[in-house]
């Protein structure tokens, strides 16, 4: 008889655009005692037979259901915890993914904490094309670790942010007990949690008992303009829910938290440890600290990487105000390094080594001087501050005998024919190079031409090397 408890993996599938990730990423669970369930509410048989394919793929089983007629998204979900046997739940969403000791990992810390009746983990917001998001206060860790939280004092921090700073219901691992008796509750007609089901059913719970949070990324959450949150009526139904949810926080009677805004909480490592000797946490402070500054970070919003690089590009182009000013701000560094880029033309393509030089030639910081080593070049010359040499075939060691002649240069940036410089990219550099002295290597970032969208080069990380 197996000993560790049965986990019900719940797959209340829709849409089947992102199905095979989140169905890869059920069927690589670690965990051992696992029964994986896709209820399918889809028109067709896609879903269906990506389920059948990934299944054998594996050599790993499931149960496909299909519902006899579309049941919507709540009734898919009450398919699947019908369908449950599991004493824990979890539900995965069709555009969502786990990675594969999620499960795992949260099912052991119900093992070990009897009075835990909720185990959330952190995830990362991926776009459509599986690039990452930037972090933002819906999934920023509330502890420094990973930690048991007397979750009846989080139901003040709930009324005064509202917003779901816990994560979704992908995030959540549930004993099924709980879900029986809360999903009916909450999913009634007429008063119907649907936009804010996961926010809805946490409130419930944190009146129970102790809520466990790991800090460890346990699963992705898909952010994309047609995720089922993003739709208009799901915007509208979150805000008549908001309401409801404002309500149940003000009907909450027990023990108070230790003050406004702090919580009780302790570290997991310590939590078996008894008595346990609870530490507080200004929850409060740090959320309302996170809310304030986080504006002010670059794609804090975005919901594809277009649109994060669109606005890192923005924001590093400078306005009118600033271009008159860069003089003066220029002669306010200690020093000015001089900086030689250096462009290999292998192809000996002059359509790109133009397009490389005149994004040099337009740069807010100019180059002491660029050298160009290319296979179309037949003998040395010498036009304004750009210097021409024939390419040898080893040009990696023709390039060492050449840097100590150049006695004039501070640092050399390698550059290929056709690579494009954003306006700014020499200027963040240099900046970069006069604060950090002890920085023997930059990192330029980079992107690629897609379309009609330019990701071009412009310096962003730094690498020291000591």
Excluded at 86 to 98: A, V
Excluded at 188 to 210: E, V, W
Excluded at 394 to 414: C, M, S, V
Aim: glycine share 4%.
């Amino acid at each position: 008889m197996n000993s560790i408890p049965l986990v019900s993996l719940v797959i209340p599938a829709a849409n089947p655009r992102f199905f095979s990730r989140a169905l890869d990423g059920a069927l690589a669970q670690s965990y051992a005692n696992l029964e994986i369930i896709v209820c399918d509410d889809s028109l067709d048989d896609e879903i269906e037979k990506l389920a059948q394919a990934l299944s054998e793929q594996t050599g790993k089983a499931l149960r496909y259901v299909r519902n006899p007629q579309p049941l919507g998204y709540i009734g898919n979900l009450q398919a699947g915890l019908e369908q449950a046997r599991g004493e824990y739940i979890k539900f995965l969403l069709d555009d969502d993914q786990l990675f594969p000791s999620s499960i795992e990992q949260q099912t052991q810390v119900f093992v070990e904490h009897e009075d835990v009746n909720l185990v959330l983990g952190q995830r990362f917001f991926w776009d459509a094309d599986d690039l990452q998001l930037p972090s933002r206060l819906e999934n920023c860790p509330l502890s420094p670790v990973s930690g048991l939280f007397k979750a009846e004092d989080l139901l003040a921090i709930c009324e005064n942010f509202p917003v779901n700073f816990f994560g979704g219901l992908s995030c959540a691992l549930f004993r099924r007990a709980d879900l029986v008796e809360l999903l009916p509750a909450l999913t009634q007609p007429g008063h119907c949690f649907i936009a804010s089901l996961d926010l809805a059913l946490y409130i419930c719970l944190f009146r129970r008992g102790t809520l466990a949070v790991l800090n460890n990324v346990l699963s992705i959450e898909r952010l994309y303009p047609e995720r089922m949150n993003r739709l208009q009526a799901m915007k509208d139904a979150a805000a008549t829910e908001m309401q409801w949810l404002l309500q149940m926080l003000k009907a909450r009677s027990g023990e108070k938290a230790p003050a406004p805004g702090w919580v009780r909480y302790l570290p997991l490592a310590t939590a078996g440890a008894l008595p346990r000797v609870w530490e507080e946490l200004p929850l409060s402070r740090t959320l309302g600290t996170r809310q304030t500054t986080q504006h002010w970070r670059v794609g804090i919003a975005s919901e594809s990487f277009s649109q994060l690089y669109s606005e890192w590009l923005a924001c590093r182009n400078l306005s009118e105000p600033q271009r008159k000013l860069l003089p003066d701000t220029l002669a306010a560094w200690p020093w000015q390094p001089k900086i030689v880029p250096i462009v290999i033309d292998e192809p000996g393509s002059s359509a790109n080594l133009e397009m490389t030089l005149q994004s040099l030639a337009d740069q807010l910081y100019a180059p002491q001087l660029t050298l160009v080593l290319s296979s179309a070049c037949t003998e040395a010359s010498l036009d304004g501050r750009v210097f021409r040499l024939p390419l040898q075939e080893d040009w990696r060691q023709q390039l060492n005998e050449l840097l100590p002649q150049l006695d004039e240069a501070d640092w050399f940036y390698l550059l290929r024919a056709g690579d494009r410089l954003l306006e700014p990219a020499l200027l963040v550099l240099a900046e970069r190079i006069v604060i950090t002295p002890n920085a023997r290597c930059i990192y330029s970032d980079e992107g690629s031409l897609q379309g009609a969208n330019p990701w071009s080069r412009c310096s962003s990380r730094i690498s020291i090397w000591t």
